[in-house]
């Protein structure tokens, strides 16, 4: 088979891009857990691994499925965001006192906002 004579089935393109959003997902996630390292046990971020995991799986299933299917694996996602907000609000408390901490999720918070809209604005 030639990769480059453009003779892809539609689940080869699904899996095409359910790899691609996986490593893009799996930075986000990493640096997450991560950080998540310093202040959780081994125990809790093997669920948080495994939950993730699960959630991966849950979305290229349901790409398979239906392009509007891949929401069920949105909790991935999510989770990596909050693993990301509680490490920002506890770095900042740890480091220089709950309002610091605040402020970490404050800025996170914004700067995803401004990201969102940007995206979608052009759509």
């Known amino acids: 088979m ?8 539609a689940r080869l393109r699904v899996n095409f891009r359910y790899l691609s959003n996986t490593v ?10 991560l950080a998540l390292a310093a202040y959780w046990p081994p ?5 948080v691994a495994t939950v993730w995991v699960l959630a991966r799986w ?14 069920v694996g949105a909790p991935g996602m999510l989770q990596s965001i909050l693993v990301l ?8 408390e740890d480091s220089y006192g709950r309002t610091a901490g605040i402020a970490l999720v404050v800025l ?12 979608t604005r052009d759509t």
């Not at 030639?2 to 089935?9: K, R």
């Open 43 to 47: 125990r809790l971020l093997i669920i």
């Open 85 to 92: 907000i509680y490490v920002a609000w506890r770095f900042g």
């Open 108 to 119: 996170f918070l914004a700067i995803e906002a401004i990201l969102t809209w940007s995206v």
């Open 24 to 33: 893009e997902q799996f930075i986000v996630f990493a640096a997450g857990l």
């Open 58 to 71: 849950a979305f290229w299933i349901g790409y398979h499925k239906d392009p509007l299917w891949r929401a």
């Open 2 to 9: 030639n990769p480059l004579a453009g003779v892809e089935t």
